[in-house]
Structures are given as C-alpha cells and as structure tokens.
C-alpha cells in the first residue's frame, strides 16, 4: 500500500497548499464549462463561508483521479451517468448520496429515475442528474444534405472530408447503425464482443473515408468550419456553438437514436465538505442559475422544463436539430459493466493501428 | 622583386585591413631556402596576421605571397605546402601520438604501411621514439612541443611556420627548447619563419629576424646587424638592452656628435640610421650595457681615450647574474645607469657606495634623430 | 555540541531536500508502478501477483508494434535533430559574434516558452489543408488544390524536430565552446579538406555534447506526448498514448504500469546501445555538459 499512501500524499500537498485556511471550501471536480464565473461569484456571495475551488476533468480522467486517492481531494465530482455503477464496484470511490438534503422536486422525473435506477447499489443512491446531452452527427447541411445515419460517415461520397473521435462514442453509433444494440449485448460480453469485431471491421474500412480522428471540441470546430470536412461524429453543444457561426451546419441525431448522456452529482468518498456540496447542488438546480450554468455548458438541465431554460440561440439550434420523434428515439448510455472498457479500448486500438483499409 | 627557388618563401607589398585597423601594412620579404627566419615584434604589431596570411587562413587585401615561387594567394590553407605549429600547439587531444602525426600523411592519401614507416622516423629524428601509442595528455610540455613539429615535419613542408611556440613553457624548458628548435632546423633543413615577441629567442635562434612595427617591417638583417647597427630608434630600443637618453645636438665635429640631456649631463656619440642630426636637434642615445666599463676611482689605472664618455658616480646596486651581472650606478645628477661588470667573488668586486667611473667610446653610442 | 557534529548535520540538511526529492517522486513512484505492474486483475477488486501484463505486451502485435514505431521514429528525430542542431551549433560557438551568439540562444528558447499546446496548434495552423501553408501555395499558384500537411508522420516528425532541437543545441554549443579555433585550423593546415576536419576533427571532439544531446532528445520524443497525438494522422499511434489509454480510457492501470516500464527499459536499452556504439559512457558526456 505504499503507493497508495505517497500518491495520496503527493495530491493531499497540491491540495493543501491550494487551500484557505479558514472559510469551508467545496472542491469541485466537473467538466470545462460546468462551473462558470459568474455562478461561482454568486454561490460564494450567497455563502461567504463557502469557497469554492474547480478543477476541470472529463469522464476517464475524473474516474482515474479519484480512483488515485481512493476518493478523496474532491468534495463533489460530476462524472456522466454510466461512470457510477462499474467504477463504485471496482474502486469503491463514491459514498451514498441523502436524498432528503437535495430539492429533487424540479428535476425532471424521466432524467432522475434514469439515474436513481443506474447508480443504485444495495439500495443506495449515488448520483442525481444534472445536465444531459447527446452524442450524434454535425453536418454542413450545404455539403452533406443527405447525412442522416452513423454510418453515412463512411459514405464515399463524403471521402476524406469526414471526421470522428476514436472512442466508444463512436463504437457504439456503428454498431446501432449495423442493426444491433450494443447495449442489450452488456449482458453477455461475449456476444458484445463479437458485435465490437463487427464494428472495428466497418470502421477500419471506413478510415480511408476519414480525414483525421479529432480530438478535443476545438480542432473539430476548426476542420469543420474551414470545410475541410463536411460531416463528423460530435457532441450536440459543440454543433450548437458552430450553429451560432454558421447556420447551415446543424446537429444530426442519427437515425438509430442520438446517444444521451446525463452528467450528474455524485460524492466522492473521502469528500469533506458534504454540506456545502448540498447546497452547490440546489443552488445550480434554481431556475435562474439553470440558466446561467446551460448558457456556459450548451447543455439542457435535467429540470422540468429544461429545454426552455436555454438561450435563446441555443434553443435555436436544439430545434433546428430535434423533433420530437428524435426525443423519443435517444438512447441513454447504459451502465458500463467490469470489463467492457477493456474490451472497447482493445478495439479502438486495433482500428487505430490498422492501415487504411482493408 | 626576382622570383626564383633560392627563396621558399616571398612576399611581397602585403597589406590587410581590419576595418580602419591596418595589420599588416606593405610588408616585403624573402625568405633563402633553409634559413631560419624570425619575425619579432611587439604583441600587436601584425605579426600574426602575416603568418595567417602565409598560412592561407587570412587572404591579403592587396599583395601577393610565393612559395617556391609560385604564388599561393588563391590556394586554400590545406593545399599549402607550408605547415604550422600553433601558439597552444593544437595537438588534437582525442587522437594519440601516432594518429596525430599520421593526420596530414592520411590526408595526402599516402599508404597505410609508408604512414607507418614515416611517423616512426620521423619520431626518431626527434628523439621520442616510444611515445607512438601515448595519449596527448600524458606528454610533458617538451615533448608536446616536438611532437607538434615533427607533426609538420613528417609532410615534408617547404616552409614551417611556427607562432610563439615557446610561450607557454617555463623559463628552463624555453632555454633549452631555443637551441633544441635550432638543431632541429638543422636536421629537417627545411625554412622556418618564427614568430615570437620575445627578443632573446629571436636572436638566438635565427639566421635572419625582421623587426615589425604597426605591421610594417622596420629593419630586416642578421641578429648582429640588427643589434649593432639598428636602422631606428625602435629597433635600438626594440632589440637588446639599453641605457637611454634624450638629447639636443651641441656640436657635431668629425663624425662625433656632442649633446646634452635634459638632466644636464653632456654625451658624445655617434649618428645611426638615415638621418644625420643638425646642431640643435633632438635625438635619442642608445648605449649597451656591456660597452660601459665601471672602474673603481681611487684606482686609476688604464688609460682611457681622451674622446671618451667618462662619468663618475657612485655604485647603487649590484645586479648578480653570474656572467650576466650588472651594476646600477648613480650618477652626479641622480640618473641610474646600467654598465656590465665581471663579478670573481674576490675582493675586487665592486660593492654598493663604491665611487666608479663609467667609462665608454663615443662609437659605441648610437644617436638617432627624435 | 562539537564543531564536527555541526558540519555533519548542516550536511545531511544540505541534502535532505535532494534525498527527499529523489525519495517521494522518483523511487517511490517507481516502486508503487512497479507493484502495480505485476498486479493482475482478476475479478472487481481482486488481484494476483504476476508477469500477465508484461507477456500481454509481447503477445499482442499492436503493443510492440507501436513500441518500435515510437523507438524507431524518435531514432529518426533525434537523427534530425543532430543533423539540423550541428550547424546551427556550430554556428553559435564557433561563427557567431558574443553579441549574436546570445540573442541566437534566444531564438532558439523562444519555442520552450510557450506550451507544448500552444506550440502543436501554432503547427495545425500552418500545415491544415486551410492553413497558411496551403493558401500560399495556392496564391503563389505553385497548386491548384489545397493540399493537407497535418496528420501524418511527417507532422510529427517536424513538429517534434521543433521541439527538442534545443536540447540538442545547447550541449553541443557547450563542448563545441570548449575547443580551441586553432584544432579547426591545424585541421586545414596539415592537409584535411572540409569534410575531413568535421569528421576527424570537429565531430570527435563534439562527441561527448552529440551523445548528451541524442540521449536527452531521444528520452524526450519518445516519451513525448501532445505532439505526436495532435500532428498525428489517422494510423499514427504512439507509445505514450498507448500508456495514456491504460490508465485512463480503459482503466487499466496493471498493463498502463506495466507499459510504463517498458517504455523505460526500452528507452534505457536504445541508450545503452548507443553509448556503446559510440565508445562514450554517461560520465563522459550528460554528467560533463
């Protein structure tokens, strides 16, 4: 265990010498965007005993991070809500959230019971929804009209003037896109696996059809902005920025169904600043801070009403891409068993390291 | 100028600027086959710049540089047929002896079995004929210095040069190296043009020496031309040890100038150098030390020629160096003057306060306008 | 207390911090990896003492493929970085004046002041198919179509070239300074053309600065990062980036171990190899410079 005590107290050092001594501070670990200035400021006016200090992450690097100190350094982390179940059972890095601390009155009922019912163990609850998105296609309606299915990525016709993330995302898109549903398939990896063959065949197929695998919203926007390429895989927010530019470039949700994700409020373990992690939680969820925070995030809050919260150019852009059939048709991430990010990450190297196609 | 191959080495009205800096300024010279050659000047003087220029790392503004006759302005430095040894002697320290020497052979693409042959000559002439396998660093200063020669040597030059080789060893070493480079020159034959500030050196070793001054050449000739009949007063000074004075021309009668110093003191000497001094001119008085004779006073005996310098003063100090040894006497108007003397160790010896007379001829009294 | 006790302990201050340094964020680390390594996951939480993870690597064509293709292209990096360093080197120590010499080093610095980000997208900017290059190309009118520089090894190559050429410049200027001009003449003087001053000359007494500078270079590319994962194309997998993926996308932080040491070994082999070949030992050339 020597490891885990130096890690921890190589982290405990950074933490500490980032801290005030005197007023409580509420650590917060969530995505870029989650935590804007401006709501910051007025958090820390309405508690001027809280202080609150934000380290942006993303899903992988929260779950590693806490899974390094065992769950402690943070005080409130927002990973989405299929990074719960798996990573609790393996690591043990989350504690039960009290329900009864938490205004759960405005959340909207489908979002909270979706996450209630995937982040239960042994009857406890660890995470209430917070903001949700889709993963689906962007597409430069002036170029690509026609983009309508995952796979249409790998149409000729749109040869090297395409583009995707070279993560699961993508992996499970195809694989709706092939007819199959990858998520059924959780409970019997072998049969996954057999799906994700399927589908790293297609892809790598597919790679000549690709320009380059992007990496993070900002080359993304670049490559599609410039033109360079017509259609690719994206998060809904990132096409809804690019709608503000430029009008003819729209989100797609695929035929199959976007992919939704709910990011949520989930505690670590070691956290020690619950009482204000609480009261950051209603805060964000009142109506005028709902605003606040989707204007930043370019999500929709998984409140009643949500969608209406947005601005009004965001709102724009989610009506320019979903109608209400598209609602209907999401597909939420499901919980990720043990294992299955293995076997994911296996494959997205094999298409990585595979040559043009074959 | 005649070109021919009596000479190895010509050059003739070189000149180089650096920016408003003139280093070498229309500098002439011939060089006879196997002769050593000294060029000697203060630091500064261009000398340097000339060698480099010979050497080819430095091209002449205007001018033109022969070896065997032919002209060499245009060749690059590693087509020359004249070699170098450097100040530092830039041995190259990640190559042992033998790889050393072997450089120049390897690069005139000369075979491998001869390359043997020549380096283990070569280091028998110089008499190191161990040290092939020895790395740089584990030579004594003596033996560096012979391997940077014989590391020219072995390529057979026409023309050696070789930029204060001496410097950096210790006195000893320097003295001893001074007639060992001289035999070596003797045994190689081969023309040597040495570079040195150091007059003893120059002297010793060469059989003609060039003094330069602010890049010209002021008087060319033998160590004894030179040291006895200096064309300037530069060189006077320059060259050998002097009691000097600055004087005004009184009278000037056969030949024989009188004249009188600032201190007060009257002199007879002789007109050097081109220009003969008019009464009421300045000029400068070189005497050599070992042309005054210092006598004890009391004892009057010898006879002294009437036409003769004569002053008398009392001794200050003795300056011993065996055969060397010198007296500083101190003359009525309060001046030191420098005479050798012979010191037996017997009680005949001159001691401080003893009363002397400085006796010498007025032919040995070189005087020279300005 | 005794004056000897005295000294003893302001020594063992002295080096406490180096001792704790080294302690807490080399050793430590390492021993935590190395146990981690030769962990094997079994089942949530249970795991057993073994090789598994190492002999994973070996029997797995897409782990030791890109672990070659990294030693191979940080070989050609480094072989890049000396070729383009030298001259740039030899200028600063042998040609320039003192005045030029520093704002010379300076330029060169210019890039480490910026991050490793900002210095991979100045790049996109220059080689995307809409970047600067292509449009001048296609304004000069030497082409027709915009052509796409980005997202292949060339990029990468370059932009690690970039990166790490410092590194190779300051240890060469740095033994180049040490040599006297007149080595370089005596050079000429005895007979040595060009080509041969530099390769019997100029290049042996460089030596200890070029294997300093190749082993910092190529530790540095190969266990770079950013560079290679932004510039590179499609079919461009990098060791690093493999490691990254263990520990992060596919939480397995056994094999990332693992992966670390040998990336480690490796890195230690190739420069092993290289001192050998190149008769020079550590002492002689990264503790000298």
Same mark, same amino acid.
């Given at each position: 265990m020597i490891i885990k005590i130096a890690m921890a107290g190589l982290l405990a050092a950074t933490v500490m010498t980032t801290t005030a001594a005197q007023a409580e501070t509420l650590r917060l670990l969530t995505w870029g965007s989650y935590a804007p200035d401006g709501l910051v400021k007025k958090f820390e006016a309405k508690y001027p005993d809280i202080n609150v200090e934000v380290t942006f992450s993303n899903n992988e690097e929260m779950v590693a991070k806490l899974r390094a100190t065992g769950g402690a350094g943070f005080d409130l982390a927002q990973p989405s809500h299929d990074r719960i179940f798996a990573a609790q059972q393996e690591y043990n890095i989350y504690k039960p959230l009290d329900l009864s601390k938490i205004d759960t009155?405005?959340?909207?009922k489908v979002h909270l019971d979706g996450v209630k019912g995937n982040t239960t163990i042994d009857g406890k609850v660890y995470a209430v929804p917070h903001q949700w998105g889709t993963s689906g296609l962007m597409a430069d309606k002036a170029k690509a009209p026609d983009l309508k299915g995952w796979g249409d990525l790998c149409d000729p016709e749109y040869k090297g003037k395409t583009s995707m993330r070279l993560k699961r995302t993508i992996l499970l898109g195809t694989a709706f896109d092939m007819g199959e549903d990858p998520f059924a398939a959780y409970a019997d990896l072998a049969k996954y696996q057999q799906i994700l063959d399927k589908v790293a065949s297609k892809l790598i197929s597919c790679k000549d059809n690709i320009k380059a695998y992007w990496k993070g919203g900002d080359d993304l926007s670049a490559m599609m902005l410039s033109g360079e390429i017509v259609a690719s895989e994206t998060w809904d927010s990132t096409a809804y920025k690019l709608y503000g530019q430029n009008k003819d470039i729209v989100f797609v949700p695929p035929k199959t169904g976007a992919l939704a994700w709910i990011d949520t409020f989930a505690f670590p373990r070691k956290g020690k600043a619950d009482d204000a992690a609480y009261k950051w939680i209603n805060f964000v969820l009142e109506p005028e801070n709902v605003q606040l925070m989707s204007a930043s995030t370019g999500a929709i809050a998984a409140v009643n009403g949500g969608k209406d919260l947005l601005p009004a150019?965001?709102?724009?852009a989610v009506n320019a891409a979903f109608t209400d059939a598209d609602i209907d048709n999401l597909k939420f991430f499901a919980n990720i068993p043990p294992g299955v990010e293995d076997m994911e990450g296996k494959t997205l190297e094999k298409i990585k390291a595979a040559t043009g196609s074959e | 100028m005649q070109s021919n191959l009596e000479y190895d080495l010509q050059c003739s009205a070189v000149k180089k600027h650096f920016g408003s800096v003139r280093a070498v300024d229309d500098v002439s010279l011939d060089i006879p086959k196997g002769s050593f050659f000294s060029i000697l000047g203060p630091s500064g003087c261009g000398k340097t710049t000339l060698m480099r220029m010979i050497a080819g790392f430095e091209s002449p503004d205007s001018g033109d540089i022969r070896i065997k006759g032919k002209s060499v302005v245009a060749t690059p430095p590693n087509r020359r047929n004249v070699k170098m040894v450097f100040q530092h002697l830039a041995l190259f320290p990640m190559m042992n002896v033998y790889e050393n020497i072997a450089y120049g052979l390897r690069c005139n693409g000369v075979s491998k079995s001869d390359i043997r042959l020549k380096v283990h000559d070569v280091l028998e002439r110089i008499s190191l004929p161990d040290v092939a396998s020895r790395e740089i660093t584990q030579l004594s200063g003596g033996q560096k210095q012979r391997i940077a020669i014989a590391r020219c040597m072995v390529l057979d030059p026409d023309v050696l040069l070789l930029d204060e080789p001496l410097g950096a060893l210790d006195l000893k070493l320097r003295e001893a190296m001074k007639i060992e480079l001289k035999l070596l020159q003797h045994q190689f034959d081969t023309t040597f043009v040495y570079i040195t500030h150091d007059q003893s050196e120059a002297l010793v070793m060469s059989d003609n020496v060039a003094i330069m001054n602010e890049g010209k050449?002021?008087?060319?000739?033998?160590?004894?031309?030179?040291?006895?009949?200096?064309?300037?007063?530069?060189?006077?000074?320059?060259?050998?040890?002097?009691?000097?004075?600055? &004087?005004?021309?009184?009278?000037?009668?056969?030949g024989i100038i009188t004249t009188e110093t600032k201190a007060g003191l009257t002199i007879k000497g002789s007109a050097r150098g081109d220009v003969k001094p008019d009464v009421g001119g300045v000029v400068s008085i070189f005497v050599r030390p070992e042309f005054i004779a210092a006598k004890v006073s009391a004892k009057k005996s010898g006879k002294s020629n009437a036409n003769n310098n004569t002053i008398d003063g009392l001794v200050d100090s003795i300056l011993f160096n065996g055969a060397n040894s010198r007296v500083l006497v101190r003359d009525k108007v309060g001046e030191l003057i420098e005479a050798d003397v012979i010191l037996t160790?017997?009680?005949?010896?001159?001691?401080?306060?003893?009363?002397?007379?400085?006796?010498?001829?007025?032919?040995?009294?070189?005087?020279?306008?300005? | 207390m005794r004056a000897t006790d005295i000294k003893r302990l302001s020594l063992y201050l002295l080096f406490a911090p180096f001792a704790l340094w080294i302690l807490l964020l080399i050793l430590l680390p390492h021993a935590g990896m190395m146990y981690i390594s030769l962990r094997e996951k079994?089942?949530?939480?249970?795991?057993?003492?073994?090789?598994?993870?190492y002999i994973n690597f070996f029997n797995e064509p897409i782990y030791w493929n890109t672990l070659i293709r990294t030693g191979s292209m940080s070989l050609l990096v480094t072989f890049l970085a000396l070729l383009l360093g030298f001259p740039i080197a030899y200028y600063i120590a042998k040609i320039a004046g003192n005045r030029s010499r520093g704002a010379l080093f300076l330029m060169c610095l210019i890039p480490l002041w910026v991050s490793d980000l900002i210095r991979a997208f100045g790049w %996109?900017?220059?080689?995307?198919?809409? &970047?600067?290059?292509?449009?001048?190309?296609?304004?000069?009118?030497?082409?027709?179509?915009?052509?796409?520089?980005?997202?292949?090894?060339?990029?990468? %190559?370059?932009?690690?070239?970039?990166?790490?050429?410092?590194?190779? %410049?300051?240890?060469?200027v740095s033994t180049l300074d040490g040599m006297d001009k007149s080595l370089i003449e005596a050079g000429y003087n005895l007979g040595g053309n060009g080509p041969t001053v530099l390769r019997r000359i100029i290049i042996p007494y460089a030596m200890p600065g070029i294997v300093a500078g190749c082993i910092v270079v190529f530790m540095l590319t190969a266990g770079s990062y950013l560079t290679p994962i932004l510039l590179g194309g499609k079919n461009s997998s990098w060791f690093t980036e493999q490691i990254y993926d263990q520990f992060i996308t596919r939480y397995n932080w056994e094999s990332g171990a693992a992966f670390g040491f040998l990336l480690l070994a490796f890195t230690s082999i190739a420069v092993w190899l290289g001192l050998k070949l190149s008769g020079q030992t550590l002492n002689s050339t990264v503790a000298d410079t």
């Open positions: 009155s405005n959340m909207s150019d965001k709102k724009a | 050449f002021v008087q060319t000739g033998t160590p004894q031309e030179l040291y006895h009949n200096p064309a300037e007063a530069f060189v006077a000074g320059f060259v050998g040890d002097n009691n000097r004075w600055s &004087g005004k021309v009184k009278t000037v009668t056969n160790g017997g009680t005949d010896d001159l001691k401080p306060n003893d009363p002397v007379r400085l006796d010498w001829s007025p032919d040995q009294t070189m005087c020279f306008v300005g | 079994v089942a949530p939480r249970v795991y057993e003492f073994g090789f598994e993870n %996109i900017l220059l080689l995307r198919e809409t &970047g600067v290059i292509s449009s001048s190309l296609q304004w000069v009118g030497l082409i027709g179509t915009p052509i796409e520089f980005l997202y292949n090894d060339a990029a990468v %190559i370059m932009g690690l070239v970039y990166t790490v050429i410092l590194f190779m %410049i300051v240890p060469l």
